[in-house]
């Protein structure tokens, strides 16, 4: 197994975060100019926003901030934006994966096009398109560099009215964790790749939800923090809480029945988003569709 340096300061290094206007991409961002980040890259849908974070981290002293008005559901967007970062700052070396969308309904419910094939494109494909775009660069670099995948512990267990959801966030597990492995296998050992199962978090997208047995609400500001401390220290997988690997690894030995009994009537997993509600969408919609959130933690 390969144990990376940690990183002291990220002194120097180019930082992209994606969903940066607001919520947990927005702390991110802080916490690059915290730790002195020569240039901090900011993607999102919300432009207002986003121009509110970038003159945040310029007042707290970070002198190279580039925003990109993106949709990360888009590749074409994508290839746009990422010539536009080349051309300004260079290659990052450190790619934070956070843009996420959620549908909370039971999957004959969703649209099609909007729900089904948006949620896949933004949490499941836009990562791997990203990374695609700067990986090479990354790898020919030498450079000590980062990728941090935000996954969910949705992607490790199944849950009614998530079916789509999940299934994007198992995606981004499979994925995100093998890439660890092909870049380690291939020698390239100066990337890290961290993935990220967290339960439930405050920010709004999860509006309405409630979090199973022992597993509380987190709050947005701790677990930026500790997904900064993984990243920093080249982690393969943080999973948050504690109970999120309690019940990974009881589903791992229970009879899928027994499990689900377990799940459904002690923990309350299989209803905890009977009442989801999620962040009001910047556009209201008149059509019957299920809530969503912005396509921001």
């Known amino acids: ?58 007042a707290l002293g970070c002198r190279t901030v580039h925003t990109e008005v993106v949709d990360v559901s888009d590749l074409a967007a994508i290839e746009t934006a990422a010539a536009s970062v080349r051309a300004a700052v260079g290659t990052p070396d ?16 969703h649209d099609q096009r909007r729900d089904v094939a948006g949620t896949m494109a933004t949490n499941a494909l836009a990562p791997m398109h990203i990374t ?15 990728i ?7 992607g490790l267990l199944s849950n009614p009215r998530m079916s789509v959801y999940a299934s994007s966030k ?27 199962c967290p339960s439930y978090i405050t920010t709004g997208m999860f509006e309405g939800a409630r979090g199973p047995l022992l597993t509380p609400l987190l709050d947005p500001e701790t677990v930026t923090e500790r997904v900064w401390a993984a990243m920093r220290q080249g982690a393969p997988l943080l999973m948050m809480p504690w109970s999120v690997k309690l019940s990974t690894a009881l ?32 556009k209201p919609s008149t059509d019957t569709a299920p809530p969503a959130t912005a396509a921001s933690r």
């Open 170 to 196: 198992w995606a981004v597990v499979g994925w995100s964790d093998s890439l660890r492995l092909e870049l380690e296998q291939a020698g390239h050992r100066h990337i890290a790749v961290t993935t990220f």
């Open 94 to 109: 450190i790619l934070i994966n956070n843009a996420g969308i959620v549908r909370g309904a039971y999957f004959w419910e």
């Open 1 to 58: 197994m390969t144990r990376h340096h940690t990183l002291e300061s990220l002194s120097g290094s180019t930082v992209l975060i994606t969903g940066a206007a607001m919520g947990m991409g927005r702390l991110y961002a802080h916490l690059a100019a915290r730790d002195h980040a020569a240039a901090i890259i900011l993607w999102d849908l919300q432009a207002d926003r986003l121009q509110e974070v970038a003159d945040e981290l310029r």
């Open 251 to 282: 589903r791992g030995v229970l009879p899928v029945r027994a499990w689900d009994v377990l799940a459904d009537r002690v923990f309350g997993v299989y209803r905890s988003m009977e009442h989801f509600t999620g962040r009001a969408t910047a």
């Open 148 to 154: 941090v995948n935000i996954a969910s512990a949705a």
């Open 132 to 146: 695609r775009e700067f990986l090479p660069e990354m790898i020919a670099g030498g450079r000590e560099s980062r």
